[in-house]
């Protein structure tokens, strides 16, 4: 590949100055002897121009042409390798065994029952033998150091991954029971790194519910604590985020995430570290509105700072995937 690479560059190199020249000669042969033609009465200023326009119309198709026999290989094989990737059946889908459920009688949170996952090949679990109940209209909080496995058991509940053995449900309903679209569509997810799209700040947050109304996308920003630095942007909520959102600060990103999350309104929210850039003030201010919006929601939190979860109606101490104590802070 760096051979071939490096020759076809070599000969494009070459190639480039070359067909210049010739472009430029095939010029001056026209003006010269145009030249002499008008020179002679015999032929106008004007056309002389308007045929060396054409010329450079012609020679310059004529180099697209040549780049096209480069091009087309390449697209050839990108778009088998595109397929490939499309083609891809995921090992999670919706099976026969669905059940497009009917709701259990009231809600009953999310439970974990006697969770074990290992990610493919790996050795140890990363998480293992976890059962805990996070009930409804409570915050449960899952604290431990990195590579505790507080992100793995978020994943596990909209299905990113299957538990190697044990179950989890949500709402008395084993979640692999449930039509993803369904069990999805129940859950606010915030992953650990913020995502954002290339779009406007309203568009992103519209990515968590695409029928809210511009007050509802209003309200949710002012929950997530963004309306501070939303309005300041040049155009406020029509102002544009770059792809991935760079041009946004970790916090600033953090807060949009959340704000799509909160715009959901799900039944169980998944918040994955997402405090982590927040300075204390704001991150106190966005638990209060997250405490108001989720009232009877199942709120799952994973942190590392402790002033995060002080007041989580249960925390869980994990550590290597085992949970080393659960209880209140006090
Ligand atoms: N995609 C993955 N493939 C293999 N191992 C992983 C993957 N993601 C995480 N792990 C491993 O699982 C463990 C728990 O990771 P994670 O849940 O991300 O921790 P935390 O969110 O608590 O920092 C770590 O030991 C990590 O190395
Ligand atoms: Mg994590």
């Not at 076809?8 to 003006?31: E, H, R, S």
């Not at 899952?142 to 991954?161: C, D």
Request: proline content about 3%; some cysteine; hydrophobic content about 45%.
């Amino acid at each position: 590949m760096t051979e071939t690479a490096i020759r076809v560059n070599k000969i494009m190199a070459a190639a480039v100055p070359l067909i210049m020249l010739i472009m430029n000669l095939a010029i001056i042969a026209i003006v010269w002897f145009g030249g002499m033609r008008v020179d002679a009465g015999g032929m106008q200023v004007g056309d002389l121009m308007a045929f060396i326009q054409y010329a450079m119309l012609i020679m310059l198709s004529i180099l697209m042409g040549a780049m096209l026999f480069i091009m087309i290989p390449r697209a050839e094989v990108s778009a088998a390798r595109v397929n490939e990737v499309m083609d891809i059946r995921s090992s999670i889908s919706d099976n026969d065994a669905m059940v497009d459920c009917p709701p259990a009688d009231g809600k009953l949170g999310v439970v974990f029952k006697d969770v074990t996952y290992y990610y493919p090949g790996a050795e140890k679990p990363a998480l293992s033998h976890l059962s805990f109940t996070a009930h409804p209209g409570e915050t449960t909080a899952v604290i431990g150091g990195t590579g505790a496995g507080k992100s793995t058991l978020l994943n596990l509940i909209p299905r990113f991954y299957d538990p190697e053995s044990g179950s989890i449900s949500i709402d008395g309903m084993d979640i692999r029971k449930l039509p993803l679209k369904k069990l999805r569509g129940m859950i606010g997810y915030v992953s650990q790194k913020a995502v954002l799209f290339t779009g406007t700040v309203a568009e992103n947050i519209r990515y968590g519910n695409e029928r809210a109304t511009d007050k509802e996308v209003g309200e949710a920003i002012r929950s997530a604590q963004a309306e501070d630095f939303v309005s300041e942007m040049a155009c406020g909520g029509d102002s544009l985020i770059s792809q991935g959102g760079k041009n946004l600060s970790g916090g600033q990103k953090q807060r949009l995430a959340i704000a799509r999350a909160l715009l959901r309104k799900p039944a169980v929210y998944l918040l994955d570290d997402c405090f982590s850039a927040l300075d204390y003030k704001t991150d106190a201010k966005l638990r209060a509105e997250l405490e108001k919006a989720a009232n009877s929601a199942t709120v799952i939190v994973a942190a590392q700072r402790i002033s995060t979860i002080l007041h989580a109606d249960q925390i869980i101490v994990l550590d290597e995937g085992k949970v080393a104590g659960t209880g209140t802070h006090a």
